[in-house]
Every structure is written in structure tokens, then in C-alpha cells.
């Protein structure tokens, strides 16, 4: 939780109601794909309104050898393929990867964005995890993804071009058209195809789209993308083509073109996995050769074998990596992804449990077979069973929810889903021998079990809060079992007394109680959670923090931590007040400066605090002026770093006037002491009112002759409470103050940087020279073993037009901005005393949430946006 001080000038808490409509807009694509997800069950329902349960059942029972054997090499073969979409992609933007490392990353990022949907983001962040633990770049891996994600469609064109085109009249009567129009729509998917490869041979150099440049592929690569996606595609349908019964009057080519029409509907509808809109096309379109339930009990067989086994294996590889691991160096060989691999093993437990609990909510709403009761009857006494059964859905549904904490690597949440799987293993045997189901439920038990250090965070389960976003997925998951329950008990006649019948083999009154407990208890959790008051409005510190500030800011290695002084920002604390985050909000941007404060070892779980307190409050989280060090704890909170500048640092140990190329610095110190020019440094303890009068003085006149106001937040401001921290370094004429800076101090003493520097326009020429030069003299005589000089912003940022756009961006600025802002002359300057430069990130959320992420964070150091845009 936030500790904060009663005197908050930041914003305050919003009104729930207010708040939660704030939460829903933000949500409005994801409750439109909701309302398609269930636009798309009412469809199913009507289509297979005369069929029964039990022919489903049967379907998946009559499955052969023959066909699974045709089935299994198939999907196979397909994600094979898929690890082309990598491999042209990577060769496309000229990077080269071991192709163990390339197949990897493929099928991860495909087993789980094939079942969660949104490619770019699920698949997108697991290959950016990966390649860029490699070397690629972020502007690269952005290409790779974008590059993959066009290669699907390019392939769905060739490969419906050639079904429409060589079986119209067979697909014809399929999707509903007569064989012309048929054969007119694989003309235009043909015609797609020959544009591309036609741009492609034309364009030997990049276009400008909207002023964005892109990179024309060659002929030979657009027709491998194309090769490589139409294979993909026609292995995926020969899957579910080999668990299909018998279609009566359509051929593999005619079934290629209404796979491919469902599968870009699918994709459209952006519904995780195409679920309900790919079996409503794929119904609607074999009605007629086939009956719907035998039909829609191979699509189960084809998502089986397709989407959830593939899941599970990408889980078994990366758990088994966890287990690697630990064990002797003889075993180093067999660690192919190591480390980074591990990082990926929170979002896939947690997929992995919240398929489990699905597949607990599906059983419960599904009635049992009579043969496997009949075995259980006079062993397991009848409440055992009823009992069984509701605890079978509401474990289900709280695996649903535990998935979030373990996304957001709870150790908590990985203890209790332990606990609830294993339970779930016993439930599943207990209300009606479901082996099948508890060998799937122990193989995830199993997989998550040695996985533990990778749950670091230590939180209470209470605490756990999921997004409006992960509710509406869960109350999708919900609406899917409540339409199982109606399909499934269709049958029966609804009356009051069904809820209060008890019996062995009744099995409607026992998935009506169990759907209806999932229910309520998906409703009680959800109004608790959207209506439970949130604690995150940020206040100023109090004093009681300011102790515990002081404490920890001496002896941490950061001593620009010290800006935390001024007292403008909020802070987050960690639960033994050893380290701490300080922020600022704008709007909804909540922007944190730096790193998090203290030891090195609490920094991942208070970001991961602050990422989350964003959340509650639908704050926009961004931290600005981050270390490369600390980059990965970034990542693995779904978060894109951009290079905003370099810091100048001066290692103090050789540096020395002495030294060859020091020259001018040699010359700007005999000439200001010829001046007049005094140097010394002030002691807090010796900061007098006088002298703060003396040195304000100095400082109006140089934002007077600036034209500029004060500074704040990432910098210090003159403040005579603030600057009355620190040792103050003064430059004198005469005995008059002509130029100061306060000294920040971190590290025991060992580490040190310059803060507020302001000097009299009137003043010698040399007077910064000789500021600097002897502060850096001083500060090595003190003891100390660097000097920071502070931000050169947007400096050193990669103006290359592979470079990501973002540096681009910055690079223009920092090369045309002088009008509004000394970028080249303040780098020039701290150059001449030979710094080593440390790159400094901005890390925020991706698409162009840095675009008002940067507006925000300089409006929160200018003081507001009239002061940005004034100057």
C-alpha cells in the first residue's frame, strides 16, 4: 500500500462509479469482443438446436488411430512451418539467430497466442523477451513481429485464391454464393497476391506511407512468405480435415476454402482463438454434408490437438528448463534458453491454470458418463458427489483468478494454485472418475511445482486485484459454460424442483447447481472487487517518511535518489520501508523518476507494485531516466524501455589537470583565477540565510535571462529548505556569489552528483569551467569515486533508418530543437571533461502511449504544459 501524508496537493481518489465507467471505456474493445464471443454462442445454439450432447460425445469417441496418426504429423508439420514466419522475418530485417534459439521462440509465442488471441501483444511480448535477450533490437524485434503478422494474411490469400479458383462450384453451396461469385472472390484474392509480388518487383527501395518508411521485401521473400503461411494453413486444416466424419459431396480443396474464410473471421473478431465464431462458420458451411453435432465434435477434437497440446508442451519445455537448471554443469549443454526462458514461465503457468480451470468448469457443466457412476455408486456416498461437483467449479473458478497473481508472479498465488490443483486432481476422480481431466489437471500440477523461484513476490492472496479486462475475459470463460449447461440440458424440462433433486444419475439438477454457484461466485468476486474502495490516491511525503528517506537515500548508489528532497513527489514504500519509488501523476499518466530507492533486490516487486497501483487507480505507469541494469525487471512487466539521453559521470580516481587533453580546462582555471574567480564549498551545516538571499539572487537572474521558469520534479529547484541538504559549492567575486551548485552525496560518501547550477550572466566566461573543474578537484580530495554532471537529454540516440522510431524521433530534435533548447551545447560542454555516458530509458506501455507519456512527464518538470510550450 501507498503511505502517505494528509497534505496531497496530487490528484485524489475518483468516485467508484466515476472510476469504474473510466474503466469500462478503456475497455470498449475488449466488451466488443466479448459481445461477438457471445453473439457467436447464440449462433451455435441455433445451428445445432435438433442435435443432443450425447452425438458430440460420440463423435470424439468414434476417433481412430488412422485418423489422430494423420492428425498429429500434421500439426506438427505445421508449427515446423511456423518457424519460417521467424526465420524469413529475422532474415528480413538482417539479424542472425541460432535457429535452436529462432524454433523456440516460434513456438511459444504461437502455442499461447494461438489460444489467447491478439498475437501482436501475446506472441509480440514473448519474442521480444527472447530476441532481445539475444541482441536484436527493439526497433527490429518490432519488425520481426509486424513482418509475421503480415505473412499470415499474405498466405490465406494464395491459399483461398487457389480453393476459389479451382473448386468454385464446390464451394459454392459451402459459403452460401453461387459458383461465380465464388470463383469472383478467389479472382480478388489472387489479385491481392499478383499487387504484392508486383509492388514487391517495382519498388527496389523503401516507400512512405504517411510518412512512415517501409522496407519493400524482394520478390523471392514475398513468395516465401507466401510458401511458408500457405503451408502453414493447409497442414492446421488437414488437421481438423483428418478429425472430421465423413463431409458428403466436398473434397479437401473445397473444405481449404471455408477453413480459410472461418480462420479470418476468426482473426477479425479478435476473439481469443476464434472460439465460437470459427465452429459457427465452420457449421454453417458443412451443415449440409455432415451432422452438426459430429461436426462440432471434431472442431473439439481439432482445438485439442491444435491449440491445447501445443500449450502444454511449450509448458512441459519451460518447466523442464526450470528443472535443467538446478541440476550440474554437465547438464549446461541442454539450458538452450537459459535464463530468458525463464522469464516466460509466469504468463505460461499462468495460461496453463487458467485452461485448467476452464476444463474444471466445462466438467461441471457437462453431465458424467452413467458407466463411470455406476463404479462409484455404493463407494462414494451421494454428497461426497454433489459436494464434489460444486467444489469442482468453484476450484475452477478460482483458478481462473489465481492466474492473474500468477502472471504477476505471486508467491502466494502459486501456493494456493498448488493447493488447488492437487484438490482439483481428487475432485475430479471423486464426482465421477474423471481420470482424463485429473491426469490433465496433475500434468499442470506437475508443471508448476518446480517452477517456484520464478513466484518471487511476496504478497498476501487478499491482496491479489485482477483488471477490468481479466473480469470480462472471465465472465466470457462463464457465459461458454452457461451455454454448455443450456446445450447440454436442452433436454430436460425445466422446473424448481430440478434444484432439489439429489440422485446418482440426475446428472441436469447437478450442472445446473454447479454453473449457478460459478456464477454467483464470479458475481460476489466481481461487484467486491470493482466496488472495493482504492487506496492509491498519492499525497506529498510526511515527515515520518521523510526519516525513513533519509536513511536509505545515503546508502544507496544513486545520489540523484537525493532529488527526493524537494518533497514534490509521492513515494511507494516497500513493506520494511528499506527502499522506495517516487512518482508523480499527470492526468492518468503516473510517471515514477528512476529506479526504485535501496537495495538492488527489492526493485523488481515494488515496479511491480507501482505497475499494479496503475492499474487499480487506470493510471498509464511510466518510469523515466532508468538504468540499462535494471531494464529486465521492466520487461518483465510488459513494459517498452525508449532512450531519452545519456548522463555524464566522471570517474575521479585518474582525473587530474595533469592529464593530456585537459588543456582548456588548465586555461579556464588560471583565467578565471585571474578574474577574481573564488571557489568553495558550503557545508550544510553553514548555509545561512544570508547566503541563500546571495545565491537566490544569482538564480532569478539567471532564469530572467533564460526567459524560463523553474524546473522541478527530475531536477532540483531553488528551494532554501531544499538546498539546505547539501553542501553547496559557490564561485565568488569579490566576495560575491556569482555562481553555485548543491552537491548530491550517495553511497557512503563514494559516489556524488551535481544538482542545481546557476550562474550570473555578468559573470567571466569561464566561470562554469572553473565551477566544474574545481568541484571535480574537491569531490576527488573528499574521497570520492565519481561525479555525476547530470542529463545530456535525447544525446546519443540512433538516427539510422533501421533505428526505432521513437530515437529517430529524438534524434531530429536533438539535432533542429537549439531554438528551444541548448541539446548540442549542454553535451558539448560536459564533454570537456571526458565523462564515461550512461544511457537513460523512458519505460512505459507500447503503440503511442509514449507520445503522451513524454507530454505529461515534461509538463510535470516545467510545472505545466503552458510552461512547456513557452519555454
Known amino acids: 500500500m501507498i503511505r502517505s501524508g494528509a497534505d496531497a496537493t496530487l490528484p485524489a481518489d475518483e468516485p467508484v462509479g466515476r472510476s469504474l465507467l473510466a474503466a469500462l471505456r478503456q475497455r470498449a474493445g475488449t466488451i466488443a469482443t466479448l459481445v461477438v464471443f457471445l453473439l457467436a454462442l447464440l449462433a451455435l445454439q441455433s445451428l445445432l438446436r435438433d442435435f443432443h450432447y450425447h452425438q458430440i460425445v460420440a463423435q470424439l469417441k468414434s476417433l481412430s488411430a488412422r485418423q489422430l496418426l494423420i492428425a498429429l504429423p500434421c500439426a506438427v508439420l505445421s508449427y515446423v512451418t511456423l518457424t519460417g514466419y521467424d526465420y524469413s522475418a529475422l532474415r528480413y530485417v538482417g539479424a542472425k539467430l541460432p535457429y535452436r534459439l529462432i524454433s523456440f521462440a516460434s513456438f511459444t509465442s504461437y502455442a499461447v497466442s494461438n489460444n489467447l488471441g491478439f498475437t501482436l501483444l501475446s506472441g509480440g511480448s514473448i519474442r521480444f523477451r527472447l530476441y532481445s535477450a539475444a541482441g536484436v533490437s527493439a526497433g527490429n524485434i518490432a519488425k520481426v513481429i509486424l513482418f509475421a503478422a503480415v505473412t499470415f494474411p499474405i498466405g490465406l490469400c494464395a491459399v483461398a485464391s487457389f480453393a476459389f479458383l479451382t473448386a468454385p462450384g464446390e464451394l459454392a453451396p459451402i459459403v452460401h454464393v453461387s459458383p461465380t461469385v465464388a470463383a469472383i472472390i478467389g479472382g480478388v484474392a489472387l489479385a491481392i497476391i499478383l499487387a504484392m509480388l508486383l509492388t514487391a518487383a517495382l519498388n527496389r527501395g523503401p516507400i512512405t506511407i504517411w510518412r512512415i518508411r517501409i522496407e519493400i521485401p524482394s520478390v523471392r521473400m514475398v513468395a516465401a512468405q507466401m510458401a511458408i503461411s500457405g503451408i502453414d494453413i493447409v497442414f492446421a486444416a488437414g488437421v481438423l480435415y483428418a478429425v472430421l466424419p465423413p463431409l458428403a459431396g466436398i473434397g479437401f480443396w473445397g473444405f481449404l476454402g471455408l477453413y480459410s474464410v472461418a480462420l479470418l473471421l476468426g482473426v477479425v473478431s479478435h476473439v481469443p482463438g476464434g472460439i465460437g465464431v470459427f465452429e459457427s462458420i465452420m457449421l454453417l458451411g458443412l451443415s449440409h454434408a455432415a451432422p452438426g453435432a459430429a461436426i462440432l465434435g471434431g472442431i473439439i477434437a481439432y482445438r485439442a490437438i491444435y491449440f491445447l497440446l501445443p500449450l502444454v508442451v511449450a509448458g512441459v519445455l519451460l518447466a523442464g528448463n526450470e528443472f535443467l537448471w538446478r541440476k ?496 548540442r551545447g549542454l553535451r558539448l560542454f560536459k564533454d570537456k571533461f571526458k565523462p564515461s555516458w550512461e544511457p537513460r530509458y523512458l519505460v512505459c506501455q507500447g503503440g503511442l502511449a509514449p507520445l503522451r507519456v513524454f507530454s505529461d512527464t515534461a509538463a510535470l518538470i516545467a510545472g505545466s504544459m503552458r510552461s512547456v510550450v513557452a519555454k
Not at 451 to 468: M, N, W
Open 328 to 823: 550440474p554443469a554437465r547438464l549446461a549443454q541442454l539450458r538452450v534458453i537459459g535464463g530468458v526462458g525463464s522469464r516466460l514461465v509466469p504468463p505460461f503457468m499462468a495460461a496453463l491454470v487458467f485452461v485448467a480451470g476452464v476444463i474444471l468448469l466445462i466438467s461441471g457443466a457437462a453431465p458424467e458418463a452413467d458407466w463411470r457412476l455406476s463404479l462409484l455408486e455404493g463407494i462414494v456416498p451421494l454428497t461426497v458427489l454433489e459436494v464434489s461437483h460444486i467444489l469442482g467449479s468453484l476450484i475452477g473458478v478460482l483458478l481462473l483468478i489465481l492466474a492473474r497473481g500468477l502472471y504477476r508472479r505471486l508467491d502466494s498465488a502459486w501456493y494456493v494454485s498448488v493447493a488447488a490443483l492437487a484438490a482439483a486432481v481428487v475432485v475430479s476422480l471423486v464426482k465421477g472418475l474423471d481420470y482424463e481431466e485429473a491426469a490433465v489437471v496433475g500434468i499442470v500440477l506437475a508443471m508448476l511445482v518446480p517452477c517456484r523461484r520464478e513466484f518471487y513476490r511476496r504478497a498476501r492472496i487478499a491482496d491479489l486485484r485482477v483488471t477490468t479486462g481479466w473480469l470480462l475475459a472471465i465472465a466470457g470463460v462463464i457465459g461458454g459454460i452457461v451455454w454448455i449447461t443450456l446445450f447440454t440440458t436442452k433436454h430436460v424440462e425445466y422446473s424448481r424442483e430440478l434444484w432439489w433433486q439429489f440422485a446418482f444419475f440426475d446428472h441436469a439438477p447437478r450442472s445446473i447447481r454447479a454453473t449457478f454457484v460459478a456464477v454467483v461466485l464470479l458475481v460476489v468476486f466481481s461487484l467486491d472487487h470493482l466496488f472495493r474502495p482504492i487506496s492509491t490516491a498519492p499525497h506529498l511525503p510526511t515527515d515520518d517518511e521523510m526519516d525513513a528517506v533519509r536513511k536509505i537515500v545515503p546508502m544507496t548508489q544513486r545520489p540523484e535518489a537525493n532529488v527526493v528532497f524537494l518533497r514534490d513527489k509521492a513515494l511507494l514504500f516497500n513493506d520494511d520501508r528499506t527502499a522506495f519509488i517516487m512518482y508523480g501523476v499527470r492526468g492518468r499518466t503516473w510517471v515514477a523518476l528512476g529506479d526504485p530507492v535501496g537495495p538492488p533486490s527489492e526493485a523488481p516487486e515494488l515496479i511491480w507494485r507501482f505497475r499494479e497501483m496503475c492499474d487499480r487507480a487506470g493510471g498509464r505507469p511510466a518510469f523515466y531516466q532508468v538504468s540499462a541494469e535494471t531494464l529486465p525487471c521492466y520487461l518483465d512487466v510488459g513494459l517498452t524501455p525508449i532512450k531519452v539521453g545519456e548522463e555524464a559521470r566522471v570517474d575521479l580516481r585518474d582525473f587530474s589537470l595533469d592529464q593530456p587533453g585537459r588543456k582548456d580546462l588548465r586555461y579556464a582555471v588560471r583565467r578565471a583565477e585571474r578574474e577574481g574567480l573564488a571557489f568553495s564549498v558550503v557545508p550544510r551545516a553553514e548555509i545561512t540565510p544570508l547566503l541563500l538571499r546571495q545565491l537566490k539572487y544569482v538564480s532569478n537572474t539567471w532564469l530572467d535571462t533564460r526567459s524560463t521558469s523553474e524546473k522541478r520534479f527530475s531536477v532540483g529547484a531553488f528551494d532554501p529548505d531544499y538546498l539546505s541538504e547539501f553542501d553547496i559549492a559557490v564561485v565568488r567575486v569579490n566576495g560575491r556569489a556569482v555562481a553555485f551548485a548543491n552537491i548530491w552525496v550517495a553511497d557512503d560518501g563514494r559516489q556524488g552528483a551535481v544538482d542545481v547550477m546557476r550562474f550570473d550572466s555578468e559573470a567571466s566566461t569561464y566561470t562554469m569551467e572553473f565551477l566544474f573543474t574545481e568541484l571535480l578537484l574537491w569531490a576527488k580530495a573528499r574521497g570520492m569515486e565519481s561525479l555525476g554532471l547530470g542529463m545530456a537529454p535525447l544525446s546519443g540516440l540512433a538516427a539510422r533508418e533501421l533505428a526505432p522510431m521513437w530515437q529517430r524521433l529524438g534524434s531530429i530534435v536533438f539535432q533542429a530543437g537549439e531554438r528551444f533548447y541548448n541539446f
